[in-house]
């Protein structure tokens, strides 16, 4: 986690240094979570380049290893896929979806369900077209060790095991059991500097029901005040806070691939 007002402090204390003009808390709201979704979507094209980049053997410094732990603070495993179909309302990036089966649950209609005994089927992501084709194939046709599941748009999925039956939740005993779950990358939650107006002042308040952090690995906190000072130049029309953060940004890079 990166505190949100040390990120403003900075943020202010660098723009106002010559009096070059002022950020409202609302903008340097607006600026934050703008600098939070372009520091997280990095991550994505720095693992492309690093993918065939060896790492290093010092075990506090290896740029593969901190990008990991980077993106792991936003990963999410084993979650239950509602009702079978609807993908989590924060996913950004799908991994693993897979279907659950239970050993007592096709031993006996009326036994209890004990998840020790599950096991893990993962679901193979093909189109809609390749469905119309496996479906008449015997020998392509889905089992429930062997599932398939269709993407029907960002937020929905449809899972297919035996006898191409759509996977879904079943009830036992009256509660009704989840069968299909998924890993997933979550997108940032939307972060806010909370304040209260004293005496025609914006002053701090740190109450976790007006404040939201960055939720970002704390090395990221220079990463995020570089980004929100380059917007800021902009809103401001600033050229020089613009050129300032352009150039701590390179060197920042320059220093990350160094």
Same mark, same amino acid.
């Given at each position: 986690?990166?505190?949100?007002?040390?990120?403003?402090?900075?943020?202010?204390?660098?723009? #106002?240094?010559?009096?070059?003009?002022?950020?409202?808390?609302?903008?340097?709201?607006?600026?934050?979570?703008?600098?939070?979704?372009?520091?997280? /979507?990095?991550?994505?094209?720095?693992?492309?380049?690093?993918?065939?980049?060896?790492?290093?053997?010092? =075990?506090?410094?290896?740029?593969?290893?901190?990008?990991? /732990?980077?993106?792991?603070?936003?990963?999410?495993?084993?979650?239950?896929?509602?009702?079978?179909?609807?993908?989590? @309302?924060?996913?950004?990036?799908?991994?693993?979806?897979?279907?659950? /089966?239970?050993? =007592?649950?096709?031993?006996?209609?009326?036994?209890?369900?004990?998840?020790?005994?599950?096991? #893990?089927? /993962?679901?193979?992501?093909?189109?809609?077209?390749?469905?119309?084709?496996?479906?008449?194939? *015997?020998?392509?046709?889905?089992?429930?060790?062997?599932?398939?599941?269709?993407?029907?748009?960002?937020?929905?999925?449809?899972?297919?095991?035996?006898?191409?039956?759509?996977?879904?939740?079943?009830? %036992?005993?009256?509660?009704?059991?989840?069968?299909?779950?998924?890993?997933?990358?979550?997108? *940032?939650?939307?972060? =806010?500097?909370?304040?209260?107006?004293?005496?025609?002042?914006?002053?701090?308040?740190?109450?976790?029901?007006?404040?939201?952090?960055?939720?970002?690995?704390?090395?990221? =906190?220079?990463?995020?005040?570089?980004?929100?000072?380059?917007?800021? @130049?902009?809103?401001?029309?600033? %050229?020089?806070?613009?050129?300032? @953060?352009?150039?701590?940004?390179?060197?920042?890079?320059?220093?990350?691939?160094?």
């Amino acid at each position: 986690m990166v505190n949100i007002d040390t990120v403003y402090q900075r943020v202010i204390a660098i723009a #106002n240094k010559e009096q070059r003009g002022y950020i409202t808390p609302l903008e340097y709201n607006l600026l934050a979570n703008q600098a939070s979704i372009a520091t997280f /979507e990095q991550y994505f094209y720095d693992r492309n380049k690093l993918a065939d980049t060896p790492g290093n053997s010092t =075990e506090y410094s290896d740029a593969d290893k901190l990008l990991d /732990e980077k993106i792991a603070i936003f990963s999410l495993n084993d979650i239950q896929v509602g009702n079978g179909t609807a993908l989590p @309302g924060d996913i950004y990036r799908l991994g693993a979806v897979y279907y659950r /089966e239970n050993v =007592e649950q096709w031993a006996s209609n009326s036994a209890t369900v004990n998840l020790n005994d599950a096991r #893990n089927y /993962e679901a193979k992501l093909i189109s809609a077209k390749d469905w119309a084709t496996i479906q008449n194939a *015997p020998l392509l046709r889905p089992t429930n060790k062997r599932p398939i599941y269709i993407r029907d748009n960002d937020n929905t999925i449809r899972v297919f095991g035996s006898n191409n039956t759509q996977l879904v939740p079943f009830m %036992q005993g009256g509660t009704l059991v989840p069968v299909i779950f998924c890993n997933y990358i979550a997108q *940032p939650v939307r972060v =806010e500097w909370g304040y209260d107006v004293v005496g025609e002042k914006a002053l701090f308040n740190g109450n976790l029901n007006r404040t939201t952090h960055f939720p970002h690995h704390p090395s990221e =906190e220079t990463e995020l005040v570089i980004k929100i000072l380059e917007l800021a @130049g902009v809103t401001i029309e600033d %050229q020089g806070i613009v050129q300032y @953060g352009n150039t701590k940004e390179q060197q920042l890079a320059a220093q990350q691939k160094s």
